[in-house]
């Protein structure tokens, strides 16, 4: 029997783009993201992965997959990441699973740190990044109310900030020093554009 392909069954599936989610800690980034879950909620064209922190479950802040130093090591060195740095004294993973909803033609939006950029450009076809920020009070103010950190800790981690936003054809700003309804309303917005 002969079997001819028409050219929708011949045509790939265009990769799918990962968004990139980054900022400085208490730009928003948690809450933008789960605002845009909420809004996308039941859409099955964007893919919010869980990432494995090794902080305890419950500690604030983000939901995570809590895993210990070791187990993050280990979890490193067999691969299980697609991408994973380390960050005020804590380990964090994207599992490889992305990968497959790439594949597929999904978006996937994810929190990372900066440094991860360049990595995540070099590995995925399709990459967009969204860089949250607010003024220096603001910062102190968000980080200040998670109750996480001491004064003296808050005033290190914002003196470790980095000098500059990432660049690129790729980046997109958001200042969420207003209020979380129209912050919520640009990152949204900018999620669908970046996979359209």
């Known amino acids: 029997?002969?079997?001819?392909?028409?050219?929708?069954?011949?045509?790939?599936?265009?990769?799918?783009?990962?968004?990139?989610?980054?900022?400085p800690s208490g730009a928003g980034?948690?809450?933008?993201?789960?605002?845009?879950?909420?809004?996308?909620?039941?859409?099955?064209?964007?893919?919010?992965?869980?990432?494995?922190?090794?902080?305890?479950?419950?500690?604030?802040?983000e939901a995570h997959n809590p895993v210990t130093?070791?187990?993050f090591r280990l979890r490193c060195n067999?691969?299980?990441?697609?991408?994973w740095w380390e960050a005020n004294g804590h380990g964090y993973g994207i599992p490889t699973a992305i990968g497959a909803a790439l594949a597929s033609g999904q978006t996937v939006v994810c929190n990372v740190s900066r440094g991860?950029?360049?990595?995540?450009?070099q590995r995925f076809a399709r990459v967009a990044?969204?860089?949250?920020?607010?003024?220096?009070?603001?910062?102190?103010r968000r980080i200040a109310g998670r109750g996480r950190e001491t004064a003296d800790e808050i005033a290190?981690?914002?003196?470790?900030?980095?000098?500059?936003?990432p660049t690129g054809s790729d980046v997109t700003i958001i200042d969420n020093d207003g209020t979380l309804e129209a912050a919520a309303a640009k990152?949204?917005?900018?999620?669908?554009?970046a996979a359209a």
């Open 116 to 121: 991860a950029i360049e990595l995540a450009r």
């Open 1 to 23: 029997m002969l079997l001819i392909s028409s050219p929708a069954m011949a045509e790939a599936v265009r990769p799918g783009v990962l968004v990139l989610v980054v900022g």
């Open 129 to 140: 990044v969204i860089w949250v920020t607010a003024p220096l009070e603001v910062l102190a």
């Open 187 to 193: 990152f949204v917005s900018a999620v669908r554009a």
């Open 78 to 83: 067999d691969g299980a990441y697609a991408l």
């Open 69 to 71: 130093t070791d187990e």
């Open 29 to 61: 980034k948690d809450s933008l993201l789960a605002a845009a879950q909420h809004v996308l909620a039941g859409n099955t064209g964007f893919v919010f992965p869980t990432r494995d922190v090794t902080r305890p479950a419950g500690s604030g802040g």
């Open 156 to 165: 290190a981690r914002l003196a470790r900030l980095p000098p500059a936003e």
